[in-house]
């Protein structure tokens, strides 16, 4: 049996920050994972909350923390702790030369693809709303033959949302991917990855130089390059003499693709030790302790001991909660407690896909106290050495509050440290 | 004022038939439909073509007409019908006395019903259940509703027949108890206005008794509500009937990679009652289970129902005792001359049905052509020249699909647009292999009439029909419409909104399993990145 001071499970951004916060600290860690997590579908910002309640009142999570439920992973965390793993990750990414800006106390609003406004909390410095308004020419940039992003889309919307008074303009700039149009389609990747080199970079630039004047605002879909750094950016921004943003897109998402990258580099320098396609399947438990846990690899199982565990495999999406039947919820590895909002029919999913209320399937997941330790109804701890992340937790609906990547910072940070004082 | 001989009301299978029977027999008709054309019972049923085995039984004549129509629409309609074959199947729960019954039964009628070993029957459709007692081959088939309601009205409109969309009749109008036009209301511009007129036909379905209230003749159709499930996945390649006393939950009916179990049988008091629950699901699950064990193993893509237009001259019956066979009211017995309405039916017998109606209202206008439905194809065959240089194209497995869903000119006329622009022939919809080209095509020409919203789109083209549900093409439709300045005064978000929300309304009855990652990916894009919902700072 291998045996190391904390075992990960789960590779999204909760798994991994969670790995890099104990490993640097000097623990032995590993991971396992079978997916990667949501970050090409999030696309690489760190919202923290912006609606506590109601669509139309957004809010900082400063303003709003005390309003939220007890249930929720804020109110378990406190504000201090969420401060902290905030801290933490501007550290971080300043570190890994890809610094993310923002806080707690505002939001900063992004453009998306279909023209509105998202709020988020930690971002890149190259999604930015404020350019849009404080410019009076707004280019759309289109690439030719690129699915997925349409700019005819992005201005209509925009001009309800930014204002008619302003000029707007479309450009297109060719990639030249005529083999792929018409055959297996131009994706966003491809552009980003057309743009990470020196020659997608110049070609790009000298297109766009004929067609934008200096001192507008350009709106790039998410393709500013698929690694973590602004060079891409940079280097668009000073060809064009002109403030420019990303808007998000569809997945996937380059700028999820560029924090999944960062945060690797970070795992790995931290001498994290990452087991892929590694689907935990059970844990050896004895009373409240988890010994270790049962691990399925590529045609083997393994069984790994640890002092400290750490549950990062997510919600509905990447399988780290089922659903068996309308309201049976189940986490499949240790069959924690699970907390279901609703007990009727009819409360379990609203009427309405999007309304201004939160959706109560997206609600449902495992009870924790204030370090991230599972917790039974009574609020007993139900296995000491393990602590829970992210999408796992139960009581907030990351879609509606756009909070999804703060809890699972926040969460991930706090588990860590609580998995190094056992 | 804008005028045609005959008004059809209602743009189901029945009013598509008789737009066609009279456009063929030179008749100068208009179907006036109030929201989109299939989108009542027409489009919210299984799917079945009726062999007339589940019919053979209770009611003869309407199992006599069932093998009859089923033959012709093989021919005429061979481009929407899927040739499955169809099994009856005992199961040790169902009476054997009525097997003997159901077998005299099929032969009076003639219809084909081979016997054959519960083991074989087993072999050819592995999922099928062990215990059956008795199983026998009837020649059932699948049929695409969507595809057979605008194939009709693509073949009447070869020989002159018109149709208007969004188009609510709001008023019956006449004079000296002859029937002078309709009033009616554009459903997007709300306005109001006149189509003179000297026959009404109306052919609403469960809506019948509504319109008929417009000169206040009762009509009394009682909408019943049949709930179904679409599963994932073909689990059998056979429509599976159980044998036995026709009951709720009974019939598999597969359509290309889909399965539709169905479907159960409730009075409700509006056609529009069409919210699922998740008790009916459940419900559904626990007979379907009998016939296919493995059944909760399968992904549910959704649950939809419908209403049947059961006719009844006695208001007091209800439910499945009611005659599933149909009626035509010329409601000159009534006082008002130039007005009919057809009643009850079902889908497999549409062109029968419409074949009457026409007869009763060439009687009235004095048109002594003869009906022709039943011997002309409702569109030619595709051309294999066609077929062949959409493979250059086309995804080739997605080929003959979209052949069939677009028909010989609008098939044409999306080739050459992939053929001299390659950038459409990028693929928006990936579940259902569906490319700007086709999209553009159903969205652009007004002769494949009226693309008004995504789900306009939909039903004409399956885009957002299949495992994602919308997640993708939704946005990537919008797109394309705003990039080819097809979307006019709409309101981009609203139109995504309303779009998925359709989608999301099969889908929050059955939100388990796979079921639930799907809706939280659908609301990962669209609220949490895109921030649908909101975003004005």
């Not at chain 1, 009574?378 to 050495?385: A, D």
């Not at chain 2, 419900?283 to 237009?309: D, H, K, V």
Request: with cysteine.
């Amino acid at each position: 049996m291998k045996a190391c001071d904390v075992v990960v499970i789960g590779g999204g951004i909760s798994g991994i920050l969670s790995a890099i916060v104990a490993a640097k600290k000097g623990k032995s860690v590993t991971m396992f994972r079978y997916g990667y997590g949501a970050f090409e579908i999030g696309g690489g910002l760190i919202d923290i909350m912006a609606y506590p309640d109601n669509k139309k009142e957004s809010s900082s999570l400063k303003n709003c923390i005390g309003t939220l439920p007890g249930d929720h992973p804020y109110s378990k965390l406190g504000l201090k702790r969420v401060e902290a793993a905030v801290k933490f990750l501007l550290e971080l990414t300043k570190e890994e030369g890809y610094a993310y800006q923002g806080s707690v106390d505002e939001l900063h609003w992004v453009p998306t693809a279909i023209g509105t406004m998202k709020p988020t909390g930690l971002y890149p410095k190259s999604f930015d709303s404020q350019i849009l308004k404080n410019a009076d020419t707004i280019y759309l940039v289109n690439f030719k033959g690129l699915k997925d992003y349409y700019a005819e889309l992005t201005e209509k919307m925009l001009k309800k949302t930014i204002g008619k008074d302003k000029k707007y303009e479309i450009v297109t700039v060719d990639p030249r991917m005529e083999e792929a149009i018409g055959g297996r389609d131009v994706m966003i990747m491809d552009i980003a990855r057309w743009l990470d080199k020196k020659e997608g970079q110049k070609d790009c630039a000298n297109q766009l130089q004929a067609l934008v004047k200096p001192g507008a605002a350009v709106v790039f879909p998410q393709v500013l390059g698929t690694v973590p750094s602004y060079d891409v950016y940079d280097k668009m921004k000073s060809a064009l003499h002109c403030d420019i943003t990303e808007a998000l897109c569809i997945p996937p998402a380059a700028a999820g693709m560029r924090l999944s990258k960062l945060l690797h580099n970070a795992a790995r320098k931290y001498g994290v030790r990452i087991i892929e396609k590694a689907r935990v399947k059970s844990a050896i438990v004895t009373d409240d302790v988890c010994e270790a846990v049962v691990v399925s690899g590529v045609g083997k199982e393994h069984t790994y001991a640890a002092k400290s565990f750490i549950l990062a495999t997510g919600g509905y999406y990447s399988g780290g909660l089922e659903v068996l039947d309308n309201n049976k919820v189940l986490e499949p590895i240790f069959n924690l407690p699970i907390k279901v909002m609703s007990q009727k029919e009819y409360e379990w999913a609203n009427v309405e896909l999007f309304s201004n209320q939160k959706q109560p399937f997206a609600l449902a997941g495992v009870t924790v106290n204030h370090e991230m330790c599972p917790v039974d109804e009574n609020g007993e701890k139900v296995l000491k050495n393990l602590f829970v992340t992210g999408r796992n937790l139960c009581g907030y609906d990351f879609c509606f509050e756009k909070s999804g990547n703060g809890v699972a910072l926040a969460s991930a940070y706090q588990a860590a440290m609580s998995a190094m004082e056992v | 004022m804008e005028k045609a001989t005959v008004i059809v009301i209602g743009g189901g299978a029945t009013g598509v038939g008789i737009l066609r029977d009279l456009a063929m027999r030179g008749v100068d008709v208009m179907l006036l439909e109030m929201r989109d054309m299939v989108n009542g019972s027409s489009s919210r049923y299984h799917g079945l073509l009726h062999s007339g085995g589940r019919y053979a039984v209770k009611d003869a004549e309407a199992g006599r007409e069932c093998i009859e129509e089923n033959r012709i629409l093989r021919k005429i309609g061979k481009h929407c019908v899927e040739a499955t074959e169809g099994f009856f199947v005992r199961l040790p729960e169902d009476d054997p006395a009525y097997e003997k019954e159901w077998v005299e039964a099929c032969k009076n009628i003639n219809l084909p019903a081979i016997q054959i070993d519960p083991i074989e029957a087993w072999h050819l459709e592995p999922n099928l259940t062990q215990r059956a007692q008795a199983v026998y081959r009837v020649p059932d088939a699948a049929i695409d509703g969507f595809r057979m309601a605008w194939q009709n009205v693509e073949s009447a409109k070869r020989y002159g027949g018109r149709v208007k969309t969004y188009t609510e009749v709001i008023r019956v109008n006449s004079s000296n108890g002859q029937v002078t036009s309709v009033t009616v209301q554009d459903y997007f511009t709300k306005q109001k206005y006149d189509i003179e007129c000297d026959f009404v036909v109306n052919a609403a379905g469960p809506w019948a008794g509504k319109v008929a209230g417009f000169t206040n003749i009762p009509v009394n159709v009682q909408p019943d509500r049949g709930t179904l499930i679409a599963f994932n996945h073909r689990i059998t390649n056979r429509i599976v009937n159980r044998l036995h006393k026709s009951s709720d939950g009974d019939i598999f009916v597969p359509h290309g990679s889909i399965t539709i179990l169905g479907t159960t049988s409730k009075s409700v008091e509006s056609p529009e009652d069409t919210q699922v629950t998740t008790a009916e699901v459940e419900y559904l699950m626990r007979i379907g289970e009998l016939t296919f064990e493995n059944l909760r193993g399968f992904r549910i893509l959704r649950a939809f129902c419908g209403s049947r237009p059961l006719y009844t001259a006695d208001a007091g019956a209800k439910g499945r005792g009611v005659s599933r066979g149909f009626v035509i009211l010329d409601h000159e017995h009534d006082g008002l001359r130039g007005f009919a309405s057809i009643c009850g039916g079902k889908f497999t017998t549409y062109r029968l049905m419409a074949e009457k109606m026409a007869d009763l209202v060439c009687g009235y206008i004095h048109n002594t052509m003869v009906c022709r439905t039943a011997e002309e194809e409702l569109v030619p065959d595709i051309d294999i020249a066609d077929i062949k240089e959409a493979r250059k194209y086309f995804p080739s497995f997605g080929v003959k699909l979209a052949a069939s869903r677009l028909g010989g000119q609008s098939f044409k006329n999306v080739i050459k647009r992939m053929e001299t622009e390659p950038l459409k022939r990028e693929i928006v919809c990936e579940c259902e292999n569906v490319t700007m080209a086709e999209i553009e095509e159903v969205a652009k020409n007004a002769d494949t009439a009226s693309s008004y919203t995504l789900s306009d789109i939909r039903r004409k083209t399956r885009m957002g029909m299949g495992t994602c549900q919308g997640a993708f093409c939704t946005f990537r439709s919008m797109g394309m419409l705003a990039q080819n300045n097809l979307v006019k005064d709409h309101d981009t978000i609203a139109e995504m909104k309303d779009f998925l929300q359709a989608r999301y309304k099969g889908i929050s009855p059955v939100m388990w399993g796979n079921t639930v990652r799907e809706v939280e990916l659908m609301r990962g894009i669209y609220d949490g990145v895109l921030n649908i919902d909101g975003g004005i700072d």
